[in-house]
């Protein structure tokens, strides 16, 4: 539903823009849009693949497993019904983690 509603709003915009003679402004601020997306997705890799894989070095160095411990009480009242040894619990904790760091981007991964 939602795909429809963006792609009318797309398509009313377009006609307006036909209508009103501004059809040039509408491609160029497309092709200028087109532009800060790769831009923003290739600044997002980046800072993605450092987090990343800083994150994989605290896991692989135990970090991540003692602080998953450490924060097993509170993951036991947010989420009762998970399973206590269930490999969520770690995720989530990482996810939390980066979150309390301020890591941003990091956080993406782990949450998802």
């Known amino acids: 539903m939602l795909n429809y509603l963006w792609g009318f709003m797309l398509l009313i915009g377009v006609v307006y823009a036909a ?7 509408v ?15 290739i600044t997002m890799t980046g800072v993605m693949a450092f987090w990343v ?5 605290a896991e692989q160095a135990g970090i991540i497993a003692a602080a998953t411990r450490k924060l097993k009480p509170f ?3 947010l989420f009762p019904d998970l399973p206590t040894e269930h490999p ?14 301020g890591l941003g981007w990091a956080a993406t991964p782990a949450g998802l």
Do not use: H, Q, W
């Open 75 to 77: 993951l036991r009242f």
């Open 53 to 57: 894989g800083l994150m994989r070095i």
């Open 27 to 41: 491609t160029d601020a497309a092709l200028d849009s087109a532009k800060e997306a790769v831009t923003l997705c």
């Open 19 to 25: 209508i009103t003679g501004n059809l040039p402004l």
């Open 88 to 101: 969520a619990n770690e995720y989530i904790a990482t996810n939390m983690i980066a979150n309390i760091f």
